[in-house]
């Protein structure tokens, strides 16, 4: 039987290797970012005055849905207490619901009015474009100079337009994002690892790219736009899955500014199962791929300086590393075969400059994380990070990979049960699940040949190899244990 040269899988896995160790690189870098812009940003104040009530700008708070039954009524409870002139106020219900949220909804709106709050829904007769679609058609009925935007997992605080609006008294400011926080941490070990992913994304990266002058997104959520940056930059656009990314960078290439608030805490809801939470994840790494091939060629031709431009880069391709974290991992078995003479120079050379570079360098940067946030995580959350995400990566390199070959595609929402602490999940929660099967076919082949490098490693006495080795069988198995207890329930 033809077997192909072994040497090439070890060029392979290398290359993906040195990959990897650049996104270290990276973490390391805005990690010493972070230490440098937090020590002047006591001397730096914001040249901002507050608006009083006779100068206020008129606002749309936007809500878009999609069959969000066990969320919707918090959201509208929350939008409806956000603290702004009456008559400088409108919040619209993009509700493209098909299931009994319309109700819900209704009912809501209803109460509200009663109080004299300024709700509206607009429903449309297809969801064409999605989100984006939703957006764009609410927007042609805003009334708003500004556009305020709240996914349905999310409760608005009171305060949100009266702690944001004050930064566009620059006229250069085209949004201001708030960071997120999380009202179910405590839920999982699952929920524990996302609050450590996206934690870091907040109250690192964002800060630093602000604070550095550097290209940095809108979320899709929690933020304020001025209306006429989303004009100006050309709107909503769907031929992406990011809407949020493709006109974050589409504006920011206009010339406006974004200002991002660490202080500004707008609480929301961790996907609490697994098939939400790589649904989640694929599309991120999807949209922000098709976002790169829409937006890196225009960006990469214009004058703005080299710094930003490549920050801009590795910003909007950080998700192919699920694609070389899983090239690494398919090629790990032949890399060890074809290496089995390999001496302890070659050892002092390549791999421990490489493992350093990937897996210290991103364990130092979220130990870093932890350490400046405060924040409580239990020891198996920290070390479940790496497990989780070894298994949960070919099923988001399957999207990169997508995302490579197509623009657009469905929006899949994130299914919320409107969970707070360790609740556990509505009796009809089963209604929302993803579809997990193929994933468990895949996940369960992969499990099987992430063994073998372990069963060569004992059969070679080579002991200390284990603990790095077992952790790719670890991940899948984990996924696979969290999948099928989910279709269980």
Request: hydrophobic letters at 45%; aromatic letters at 14%.
């Amino acid at each position: 039987m033809f077997l192909p040269d072994f040497n090439l899988w070890a060029t392979i896995h290398f290359t993906a290797l040195l990959g990897l160790s650049l996104y270290g690189l990276h973490r390391l870098w805005l990690m010493f970012s972070w230490r440098r812009e937090k020590q002047k940003e006591d001397s730096e104040k914001f040249n901002i005055s507050f608006l009083h009530s006779g100068e206020c700008p008129f606002v749309t708070v936007q809500l878009p849905l999609y069959n969000e039954r066990f969320v919707v009524a918090r959201l509208l409870n929350a939008a409806a207490q956000i603290q702004w002139p009456k008559d400088r106020l409108e919040i619209q219900i993009l509700d493209d619901s098909t299931d009994d949220t319309k109700q819900i909804v209704d009912e809501r709106v209803k109460y509200w009015r009663q109080k004299d709050v300024a709700m509206r829904v607009i429903r449309r007769t297809d969801r064409s474009g999605f989100k984006a679609g939703a957006l764009r058609h609410g927007l042609s009925q805003a009334a708003g100079e500004f556009i305020a935007v709240f996914d349905a997992d999310f409760l608005p605080v009171s305060d949100f337009l009266l702690s944001s609006m004050p930064h566009f008294s620059d006229g250069e400011i085209g949004m201001v994002q708030a960071r997120w926080g999380f009202l179910n941490t405590q839920h999982s070990w699952l929920t524990g690892v996302q609050s450590l992913l996206l934690g870091q994304h907040f109250s690192i990266e964002h800060f630093v790219r602000f604070r550095r002058g550097l290209f940095f997104n809108f979320n899709g959520t929690a933020g304020i736009w001025r209306r006429e940056a989303i004009e100006s930059a050309g709107g909503w656009q769907a031929d992406t899955v990011t809407e949020d990314l493709d006109l974050s960078y589409r504006a920011q290439l206009e010339g406006w500014r974004f200002i991002y608030l660490d202080n500004l805490i707008v609480p929301s809801e961790l996907p609490v199962t697994i098939g939400a939470f790589r649904s989640q994840q694929q599309r991120w790494a999807k949209g922000s791929i098709q976002t790169a091939k829409k937006i890196l060629p225009g960006l990469l031709a214009t004058s703005v300086p080299f710094a930003l431009r490549k920050e801009a880069s590795a910003h909007l391709l950080a998700n192919l590393c699920w694609l070389l974290g899983t090239v690494v991992t398919l090629t790990l078995y032949p890399t060890i075969l074809s290496r089995t003479s390999i001496g302890p120079y070659q050892l002092l050379r390549t791999d421990i400059p490489l493992f350093i570079f990937t897996s210290a360098a991103i364990f130092i940067y979220f130990i870093f994380y932890i350490r400046i946030h405060k924040q409580e995580i239990s020891l198996s959350v920290f070390l479940l990070l790496p497990v989780l995400t070894v298994g949960i990566a070919p099923s988001i390199a399957l999207s990169v990979i997508k995302g490579i070959f197509s623009m657009g595609g469905d929006f899949h929402r994130t299914p919320k049960f409107g969970l707070t602490g360790r609740q556990g999940l509505p009796s009809l929660a089963f209604l929302y699940y993803q579809q997990s099967i193929p994933y468990l076919i895949m996940n369960t082949m992969l499990l099987i040949y992430s063994l073998l490098p372990v069963i060569f490693a004992f059969r070679r006495h080579t002991f200390l190899a284990v603990p790095f080795l077992v952790i790719f069988p670890l991940g899948f198995a984990l996924v696979i244990f969290k999948d099928l207890a989910e279709i269980r329930k």
